[in-house]
């Protein structure tokens, strides 16, 4: 069945450090992808989203760009910040139905 | 944006009791709503699909008579864990859909903040 994959955390990171969180999905059939953010007592929030091969969705920093040829959905960003602690959940959709990885906690300190 | 809320936010509850679990949408009406489980260190996992007005799709593996789901309204989705056992605690979280927005699938799923349960 459809599945995702995600790097397990916890992530640790100083301030200002590159962040790549790995993602790897199954599907039968075409998927769209996304990452979700959690941040501590809230839901989870949209981050950004792909919805065909080398769509790059972008928001707030964090990028990822959609690659069907090694069924990935990377999660990164360049300098992340103390904000950006949270758990980090990729996940896909195919008909109507959402799956989602584990989820990676992040931690950055100051 | 669009807001869903859960209440209660945590509950404990003794053994063979029965836990209800509410999930609205604030400001926006979800024709369709989920209901999904979180275990400790693992995936969210869908156990159903609720459709206003009419019974829920379960998952597989997910027992209906145990995890009654109730969609009543356009803004309220009710789960019952019926006869909960300690193997029922986890985090609940629901997710609506607001038909209204664009179609790209799951980008106009709006998630609750989640529900803890702890059996005791």
């Known amino acids: 069945g459809d599945s995702v994959t995600q790097m397990e955390g916890p992530v640790t990171l100083s301030e200002e450090a590159f962040l790549t969180i790995n993602c790897t999905y199954t599907?039968?059939?075409?998927?769209?992808l996304f990452w979700y953010v959690q941040y501590p007592g809230e839901g989870l929030q949209l981050l950004l989203k792909?919805?065909?091969?080398?769509d790059k969705g972008s928001n707030k920093g964090f990028e990822a760009t959609y690659r069907k040829e090694t069924t990935s959905f990377h999660l990164e960003k360049g300098s992340v910040q103390v904000s950006d602690s949270a758990v980090y959940f990729c996940?896909?959709?195919?008909?109507?139905?959402?799956?989602f990885g584990a989820g990676t906690r992040l931690t950055v300190k100051p | 944006g669009a807001v869903v809320s859960q209440h209660p936010s945590r509950v404990i509850c003794k053994s063979g009791t029965s836990v209800k679990i509410e999930c609205r949408s604030l400001?926006?009406?979800?024709?369709?709503m989920f209901w999904y489980r979180q275990f400790p260190k693992k995936s969210l996992m869908l156990m159903a699909t609720?459709?206003?007005?009419?019974?829920?799709?379960?998952e597989q593996g997910v027992e209906k008579d145990k995890f009654l789901i109730n969609h009543a309204s356009l803004t309220l989705s009710t789960l019952t864990v019926t006869s909960a056992h300690p193997e029922d605690s986890s985090f609940y979280i629901c997710?609506?859909?607001?038909?209204?927005?664009?179609?790209?699938?799951?980008?106009?799923?709006?998630f609750g903040p989640g529900t803890r349960l702890l059996v005791l």
């Open positions: 997710s609506a859909r607001e038909p209204l927005m664009p179609t790209i699938l799951g980008e106009t799923q709006y």
């Open positions: 599907a039968t059939g075409y998927p769209s």
């Open positions: 792909a919805t065909k091969a080398d």
């Open positions: 996940a896909l959709s195919v008909h109507n139905d959402m799956r």
């Open positions: 400001d926006f009406q979800a024709t369709t």
């Open positions: 609720s459709n206003e007005g009419s019974k829920a799709t379960y």
